[in-house]
């Protein structure tokens, strides 16, 4: 059996201000399966019970989940094979709810290089909306080309 071929993206054919998004439904089965796969069962994230005594009074879904939603458009929108997810600063700004619909967009906002061109990198404004077109998470990325 051979191997896949990939064609890899390349940092030239990039421009200030290109952008992509994905669009997900969080669902209660997303919920379990997040906590199950990070090990986190805060019962603010898992029991309605314990939820309802807390700020927000339900359960609200685990905030990094947003950002798995910011990975998904970078790795497999905006770009693909050839980049590396090289950083993220984030701020949660809103709860996000089971049942919520999120868009994660990812938008060009800076293209440089160092060591005289032989690292290249874009800097990527992410941004995550709720169904209300609220911001719940903003940041930027740094992706570096392979």
Known sequence: MSKPQYDLVKWENYK?????????TVTETDVILFAGITGDFNPLHMDDEFAKTQMFKKRVVH????IGLISAVLGAKLFGPGILYGSQNVQFKKP????DTLTAVATVK??????DGALKFLKIDTKVYNQDDKVVTDGEAEIIFM
């Open 110 to 115: 800076e293209k440089y290089t160092k060591k």
């Open 16 to 24: 200030v201000g290109d952008s992509a998004f994905h669009t997900k």
């Open 63 to 66: 905030g990094v989940f947003s």
């Open 96 to 99: 996000v709810y089971i049942g």
